[in-house]
């Protein structure tokens, strides 16, 4: 089954780079052009404009991955904006498939982005963990999916959300009621001709595919509807919602925006992100994979092992000789280091001095992949204190399912 989603499906040659939720790949082994991505999808870029407004409605300074443009797309983000100027608050919807153990850096990225909108705009979240679909998918026992999604709420919760404006779920734990009455309500706005123009299926492709979406972007759609939640937003049907995830996601959003308003609800804004890349990556060729345990640093990863990976695998931009480097510096459009940096250096001016340094060859790779270790040794670190430090208990009281009075303040 595996091998079946990761088919292609998008509407591009097989010689166009591919993006979409199962597969992520660009042309030819190069960049994946965002710029392209967003006249193909019809989303927006994210511009400076909108982010000196969030620092002026917030009053407090951009999250990195605004300042640097790691998320660079939207949809009505510019909407949710003019509605919160207004007093009118939104909500928060992100969500993870609870496959494996351990987290790696990249699936930490939505989760530390969306404690940051969480704390700057005060606003309440719902996270919906997707076990009955890895269950399906991964062949894993429904006790063990179970599993694996109480314990990917602890890496989650260690990220440090408020418990009084955050509700976690469970599809296998909530799914019924209100929520499965609009799962049904969705299914049946969607025809099969809008599935096959988003998801780019053809009369060719197998009723496997053609199944599956449709079935995922119900359990994806409805938790951006707030009536699925009617213990959290009773009589609040045109509450907005703002889902942050990374563009491969886009394609289901689209659908549920084209039946949102049909249903009576706002449609679902989203802030979208570029891809994490993998260690072994050249520039932004492609995400980072669980799949391949030396393409990414993990949160369980020791020192050791962070140390490791980046000297053995990380790519350089680097020149193969100390003599050529400091004549023409790196290549820094494909130096792994630096892109991670980027994500997870907060010092502005330190990134710049790096990049100007190593791109004009006076530091040597040595020294930035070792600047990269201390900071992801140090993040890796942060995160699993904080995770030893969530109980069974607290998780309970993250998926218990109650009011959150006080979720606006």
Not at 60 to 89: I, M, N, S, T
Not at 247 to 265: K, N, S
């Amino acid at each position: 089954m595996e091998v079946d989603k990761k088919e292609e499906i998008a509407s591009e040659s097989s010689e166009e780079q591919v993006v979409n939720p199962w597969e992520v790949s660009a042309k030819d082994g190069g960049k994946i052009d965002y710029d392209k991505l967003i006249d193909q999808f019809g989303c927006q870029r994210l511009d400076e404009s909108l982010i000196d407004r969030v620092e002026r409605l917030t009053s407090r300074q951009p999250h990195v991955f605004l300042r640097r443009g790691v998320f660079f797309a939207h949809r009505d983000f510019d909407l949710v904006l003019d509605a919160y100027e207004r007093g009118d608050k939104f909500y928060l919807y992100t969500g993870r498939g609870p496959s494996s153990e351990a987290l790696h850096l990249g699936h930490l990225i939505p989760f530390m982005f969306t404690k940051y909108l969480q704390e700057a705009f005060k606003v309440p979240l719902v996270i919906q963990l997707t076990d009955d679909e890895k269950c399906m998918w991964k062949n894993l026992s429904v006790e063990e999916s179970q599993r694996l999604a109480r314990e990917n709420a602890k890496d989650i919760i260690a990220c440090g959300f408020d418990v009084t404006k955050t509700f976690i779920f469970s599809d296998f734990d909530y799914v019924g009621g209100a929520f499965y009455k609009n799962m049904v309500k969705v299914a049946k706005c969607v025809t099969l001709n809008k599935a096959m123009g988003i998801f780019g299926f053809s009369g060719e492709d197998h009723i496997g595919k053609l199944s599956f979406p449709p079935v995922q972007v119900c359990f994806f759609a409805v938790p951006s509807f707030p009536s699925s939640f009617p213990h959290l937003f009773p009589g609040k049907d045109k509450l907005r919602c703002l889902i942050p995830c990374a563009i491969d996601q886009d394609p289901y959003f689209r659908m549920t925006r084209d039946v949102a308003p049909r249903l009576g609800y706002s449609k679902p804004a989203l802030i979208e992100s570029s891809f994490f890349p993998a260690l072994q990556a050249s520039g932004e060729n492609g995400k980072m994979s669980a799949s391949d345990p030396n393409s990414a640093i993990y949160v369980t990863d020791t020192a050791k092992d962070i140390k490791n990976k980046i000297n053995r695998y990380a790519f350089s931009g680097g020149q193969d000789s100390i003599e050529k480097h400091r004549e023409i510096g790196a290549n820094l459009e494909v130096d792994i280091p630096v892109k991670y940096l980027s994500f997870f250096l907060e010092d502005d001016a330190e990134l710049e001095h790096i990049k100007k340094e190593y791109g004009e060859g006076r530091m040597l790779t040595g020294e930035v992949k070792k600047r990269l270790t201390e900071v992801l040794t140090g993040m890796v670190e942060r995160h699993r204190m904080a995770r030893a430090a969530v109980t069974d208990e607290m998780v309970d009281a993250f998926m218990a399912v109650r009011p959150l009075p006080n979720m606006f303040e």
